[in-house]
């Protein structure tokens, strides 16, 4: 079994310049940017890193405010792996179309399921090819649409991996149902395009310790990014988006779509997780019919992009199960 040693990892990668410059060098000599038109027409970009003899094609589903950028370590880790790498900027995040009113870096959308549409345009359109093997990477939000297009579409993914998936908000203070009724008030009285309680415009401020992650090094590059690159700025949702997506995450949990599921499922839950509720994905495991649990319990929400301690084992579970079906190893 391949291990962390032999994969070569990076050591707080964000602090050395010389290895984002190697991480950069390497993607950009593959890739590849594009828009196709996703629903009501509105532009989705994408990003495409084709590798020779790949393994397999795996597939990005990234979370609330983000954009690819984010996930370039993690792309490089994919491709050096062997594994050629597709991501999609959901509607309403980065470079696909803006769908605020009224406030420049605001999350909106219209309805949850056009996620999903635009998600299955992609795969149709860009990802798919005869004889190639699919696996879905997908992170929070993007994991609350990962299942339900796994539940609506079968037979396009030979097995995926959710990060801690947005399968309940943590909505604070207030309740699910709370919550919701104050979205749905305020969408009445013509305020659905507002700020949540509690989110604004992105402002650049340091913020590590309510972040996702631990790890200063990755998320103080990120946010260097972020301020000098405007069209990836997001900073929260509106009234309209939180509706949506607690819809949408009780849709994912009713046992007759989950039952609909039949790839292999290995998912990962953070010990430190202030953005979703983990008690959901033990719901969601109880009637999976193949569906694994990993518990990181020093982990914050962004396992992905935390501290070299917890993200070196996390890759090898994932590279593990995406070839062997070894999740603990």
């Known amino acids: 079994m391949i291990n962390n ?8 990668f964000g602090r050395d310049l010389e290895n984002i410059n190697r991480v950069e060098e390497r993607l950009n000599r593959i890739k590849k940017m594009g828009y196709f038109k996703g629903e009501n027409d509105l532009d989705i970009y994408y990003e495409t890193y084709i590798v020779e003899r790949e393994k397999g094609r795996i597939v990005i589903s990234h979370g ?20 050629s790498v597709f991501g999609i900027e959901h509607r309403g995040h980065g470079r696909s179309g803006h769908l605020s009113k009224k406030y420049k870096s605001q999350v ?6 056009y996620y999903i549409e635009d998600l299955k345009r992609f795969l149709d359109q860009i990802v798919k090819e005869k004889g190639k093997d699919l696996y879905l990477y997908a992170h929070s939000m993007g994991g609350a649409i990962g299942t339900l297009f796994l539940e609506t579409y079968p037979g396009y993914f030979k097995k995926a991996v959710l990060n ?6 943590n909505t604070g203070k207030y309740s699910n149902f709370i919550a919701e009724l104050l979205a749905k008030f305020y969408i009445a009285i013509g305020k659905g395009d507002n700020y949540i ?4 415009d992105f402002d650049g401020i340091d913020d590590l310790e309510g972040s996702g992650t631990s790890d200063k090094y990755r998320y103080m590059h990120h946010l260097s990014y972020l301020k000098e690159n405007k069209e990836c700025q997001r900073g929260g949702g ?11 995450t009780r849709k994912l949990l009713k046992e007759e779509n989950i039952k609909k599921i039949d790839i292999p499922i290995l998912l990962f839950q953070a010990g430190n997780d202030t953005f979703v509720v983990n008690e959901a994905h033990n ?3 109880a009637i999976a019919k193949d569906c694994a649990i990993v518990y990181i319990n020093e982990g914050k929400h962004e396992l992905y992009f935390e501290r070299d301690s917890i993200l070196h084992s996390y890759l090898d579970r994932i590279f593990n199960f ?4 070894n999740v603990y190893s």
Do not use: T
């Open 5 to 12: 040693l032999e994969r070569g990892y990076f050591y707080n």
């Open 283 to 285: 719901e969601f495991k």
């Open 238 to 248: 509106s009234f309209r988006w939180v509706n949506e997506g607690l819809k949408a």
């Open 108 to 113: 909106n959308v219209e309805k949850f399921d």
């Open 64 to 83: 609330f405010c983000e954009c690819l950028e984010k996930y370039k370590e993690i792309i490089y880790y994919f491709i050096e792996e062997g594994y």
């Open 197 to 200: 309680f509690g989110h604004k």
């Open 164 to 169: 801690a998936p947005m399968m309940q908000i």
């Open 322 to 325: 995406y070839e062997q079906g």
